[in-house]
């Protein structure tokens, strides 16, 4: 598919489409890049608007590498896979953009003025405690945006964030929130319980030969092992071409020479600025930063003093380097017409009135060989793969293509063949959980028919075509390997259903008006006793804990139960005589508002929750 489009951009096709891409840059700018209508490559539309899918890529390559400095080197590759991280994440941008959509309806809005301080004050675009412009855009450059659409993206964060601290800050716990959660989670039980061992019961019970072959054919199901194949199969990577590929020193150095030769330096400028914005008492103003101006004052005195602009006054109106494109074109002229140290006459934008100042002009000088050999060696090599990739990518299919083997289609075009480890339908390492050759390796025409996959394409630069190596299909374990297992099970299930039964008639004497206690020695079984016990006890155990937290309150007869299933096998009586509700432990001031703040969080998680799913249910939602 590549190829063929680039097959075909020759000629006056070439130059018409050429053409076309020029026309935005020479009309827009380069920020026509990131402001253009979103209809094209949508991922989603919400109630209208546009998810791109460019957003969702950059996205899902934020949430790779926030997974990778996480995990390290032990992030599982296929939690890494875009197929993998595609859902989540467009549905975060989902959500996000709803709560953009209700903030912006409910009229919140973000000053100019708050978004320079929060740019000024982020520490990335600082060098020594103070905003440095030049940083700023190189960062902003480095990450793929512009001022504008960094600031537009800012926004949206600053409106969204807003928007959900609106409604986590509105929730607040009162007193009978408070006690309403001591009275559950400091709650105490008294309890009393006596325990059927399971050990006691295991050497009296015996399981049959026929009961084990009984159990064995009415239950065959479970004992079915998975269907696996491994295979064999040729992978196609650019990158991997491109790491193979030896470069000549020669070429580097011609490519060097000619890039020299044909480097153009770009002029950076560095500007500073006066603004007065329009309103009430402008001229007045503009008039006198003119006369201080006239009468020799400093420049940039005069800018911390009476420029409006807050991101550059406390710089002196400096506003960093330009290269032409930075500014609205009218300023970018004016600053473009100065010599180093001269001041513009008056110029107007949508911001206001600048005096504009041309601080110092750099011309860029072209990079030594030592600078650039890396990058152009990187770049024939990858020049040299793509030739062979394309060479390679386009006699894969009739190489492979009723093929008995693919040894023979790897030694037809030069690669190499490689055999998967056994997998199952659930996937298995590196490509292989890959959802379309997984798709492929289980297909008909994979696993039945025995021909070689059509060649999957895993991404522009990335394909593989699978043939099956070996197929394992579903099977029965033969009885023989199942017999300790079955034994052990049924084994279980008479104990169980043993100690049970013996349990009820413990709970029938029990209600009848005997003890525990006497019960349990009648029986010559050991009984306790628990009270005021905790959840999370430690002297308890756990299981049975659980169990205790979860039966009923006694009403006007003390509740008397059967808790089975413990880990050991174990079964229980227990009965429970006193649920008392918690209380808070003693604290000061300070400790209860740090509780009521947790609770209040919680309450907010819940609201915002809440809140979100109503704005999901009442959206049209397109997913593409």
């Given at each position: 598919m590549l190829q063929a489009f680039r097959d075909n951009l020759k000629g006056t096709m070439a130059f018409f489409i050429v053409g076309l891409m020029i026309i935005p840059f020479a009309l827009f700018g380069v920020d026509s890049l990131?402001?253009?209508d979103n209809s094209a490559g949508k991922a989603a539309e919400v109630n209208g608007e546009a998810i791109s899918e460019m957003s969702l890529t950059r996205a899902i390559r934020t949430q790779?590498?926030?997974?990778?400095?996480?995990f390290?080197?032990?992030?599982?590759?296929?939690?890494?896979?875009?197929?993998?991280?595609?859902?989540?994440?467009?549905?975060?941008?989902?959500?996000?953009?709803?709560?953009?959509?209700a903030a912006i309806n409910g009229d919140m809005a973000i000053s100019d003025a708050s978004l320079d301080e929060l740019i000024k004050s982020t520490s990335q675009f600082q060098q020594d405690g103070r905003f440095n412009p030049d940083q700023y855009l190189q960062l902003l450059r480095n990450m793929g945006y512009t001022p504008i659409t960094y600031k537009s993206l800012l926004t949206e964060d600053l409106l969204v964030n807003q928007h959900a601290a609106g409604i986590n800050n509105s929730a607040f716990a009162t007193q009978g929130d408070i006690d309403t959660l001591t009275a559950l989670t400091q709650q105490t039980r008294s309890f009393y319980y006596i325990t059927l061992p399971y050990s006691s019961a295991q050497n009296e019970v015996a399981v049959s030969g026929q009961e084990i072959e009984d159990y064995y054919t009415a239950n065959q199901d479970s004992f079915a092992t998975q269907e696996e194949v491994s295979l064999d199969y040729l992978e196609l990577s650019l990158d991997q071409l491109a790491e193979n590929t030896d470069v000549d020193p020669a070429e580097v150095r011609q490519q060097y020479e000619q890039e020299s030769a044909a480097f153009v330096a770009a002029i950076q400028?560095?500007?500073?600025?006066?603004?007065?914005?329009?309103?009430d008492g402008a001229e007045a103003k503009l008039s006198q930063v003119q006369a201080r101006l006239a009468n020799g004052e400093d420049f940039a005195v005069v800018a911390s003093e009476l420029s409006d602009d807050i991101g550059s006054s406390e710089l002196g109106g400096d506003l960093g380097m330009t290269d032409g494109a930075t500014f609205p074109e009218n300023f970018e002229a004016a600053l473009a017409a100065l010599e180093v140290g001269a001041m513009s006459e008056p110029v107007e934008t949508d911001s206001g009135t600048h005096i504009i100042k041309l601080l110092s002009k750099e011309e860029t000088q072209p990079p030594s060989f030592e600078e650039s050999k890396a990058q152009i060696e990187a770049n024939l090599a990858s020049a040299a793969a793509e030739a062979v990739f394309t060479e390679l990518f386009d006699a894969l299919p009739d190489a492979t293509y009723n093929a008995s083997t693919l040894q023979e289609a790897a030694q037809e075009l030069g690669m190499d063949i490689a055999t998967s480890e056994s997998f199952s339908r659930a996937g298995g390492q590196g490509i292989f959980s890959n959802n379309q050759v997984l798709a492929s390796a289980f297909s008909d025409q994979v696993l039945a028919e025995g021909l070689?996959?059509?060649?999957?394409?895993?991404?522009?630069n990335h394909v593989v075509v699978v043939k099956l190596n070996n197929h394992k299909p579903v099977e029965i374990k033969a009885l023989t390997l199942v017999t300790q297992e079955i034994e052990?099970?049924?084994v279980k299930q008479k104990v169980t259903a043993a100690l049970t039964a013996k349990a009820d008639l413990l709970i029938n004497e029990i209600v009848s008006g005997?003890?525990?206690?006497?019960v349990a020695d009648t029986e010559q079984l050991e009984w306790q006793v628990a009270a005021d016990v905790k959840r999370g006890a430690p002297e308890v155990n756990p299981e049975l804990l659980t169990a205790i937290f979860e039966l009923p309150k006694p009403q006007n007869e003390k509740g008397v139960n059967t808790i089975e299933a413990l880990t050991s096998g174990d079964v229980v009586v227990a009965q429970l005589t006193v649920v008392k509700a918690g209380s808070l432990p003693v604290m000061d001031a300070a400790?209860?508002?740090v509780l009521i703040q947790r609770l209040a969080n919680e309450l907010a998680g819940g609201e915002m929750s809440i809140y979100q799913s109503s704005l999901n249910d009442n959206a049209s939602v397109d997913i593409y």
């Open positions: 990131f402001l253009q790779k590498q926030q997974l990778l400095d996480r390290g080197d032990q992030a599982p590759a296929d939690l890494l896979s875009d197929e993998q991280l595609r859902g989540p994440v467009l549905t975060r941008l989902l959500q996000r953009e709803l709560l953009k959509q400028r560095q500007a500073a600025h006066i603004l007065i914005e329009f309103g070689s996959s059509d060649v999957i394409e895993l991404s522009d052990a099970l049924l005997k003890s525990v206690a006497s400790q209860k508002q």
